[in-house]
């Protein structure tokens, strides 16, 4: 593989900054300085060190992201701006794509990954990956309300949902809910199937990740080393 390659896959520098710091010394290949990186590299093999910190070679990357209002879930869009516009550029392009969808004004965990296989798992809908939402909605949901909700109600093309759970604060108008299934819009059409309306939703939970507290909206980090064992662990079921 080309180490401009190498260091663009493992979202270490563009291509282009990876000329650029090549030609200034900056990197080495197996201790040796490399002005080319043009070159090619054996990247199970060779040690390649950039400004001094050793690259390690993860051909999986993922991503938490935490998701502000008006980005779409998308890699592309004509008209408005996507989640991948958060990331730095050496992460635009090196195939990363959102894991799920969230809608436009829904904040909070997302996952970002160029693992398409482990996408392609973790979307299914045989794999049931729970998610949980904070919510808040318009008018109070009532003991009857919260047992449909939770048995199942039809949505959008006469779709009945699986059961669901939900936590339902003090005020009766936020709590946290949890569905194992992804449909376009889905809590949304659920809170509307009893006749209420949802005014925020932010997603807490996708499987075994927890949205980090820590992050801002906006902000991102790589999953930890924990964090990707459980997501991959939890894959292989
Ligand atoms: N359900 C919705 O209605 N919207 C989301 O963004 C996610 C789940």
């Not at 502000?68 to 550029?89: C, M, R, W």
């Not at 949505?155 to 604060?169: E, M």
């Not at 507290?213 to 292989?236: A, F, I, P």
């Amino acid at each position: 593989m080309r180490l401009d390659k190498f260091l663009s896959v493992t979202a270490t520098a563009t291509r282009s900054e990876a000329g650029k710091a090549a030609r200034n010394g900056k990197i080495t290949v197996n201790g040796i300085p490399c002005k080319n990186a043009s070159v090619h590299i054996d990247p199970e093999k060779d040690a390649v060190e950039y400004c001094g910190e050793l690259v390690a070679y993860s051909k999986n990357i993922y991503i938490m992201l935490n998701k502000p209002q008006g980005y779409v879930s998308a890699t592309e869009d004509g008209k408005d701006k996507t989640v991948i516009e958060l990331l730095p550029e050496k992460l635009r392009d090196i195939g990363l794509f959102p894991c799920g969808r969230l809608d436009k004004n829904t904040v909070g965990l997302m996952l970002l990954t160029n693992n398409g296989e482990l996408g392609h798992k973790l979307l299914a809908p045989k794999s049931h990956v729970s998610k949980t939402y904070g919510f808040k909605c318009e008018n109070i949901l009532s003991d009857d309300d919260v047992a449909k909700l939770e048995s199942g109600v039809y949505i959008a093309g006469g779709y009945l949902t699986k059961p669901a759970k939900i936590k339902l604060s003090p005020s009766r108008t936020e709590g946290e809910i949890t569905i194992t299934e992804g449909k376009y819009h889905q809590i949304k059409l659920m809170l509307e199937a009893v006749k209420n309306k949802i005014t925020e939703l932010e997603r807490l939970s996708f499987g075994p990740l927890v949205k980090d507290e820590k992050l801002q909206r906006g902000e991102w980090r790589y999953l930890t080393e924990l964090e990707t064992e459980m997501l991959e662990k939890h894959c292989q079921k």
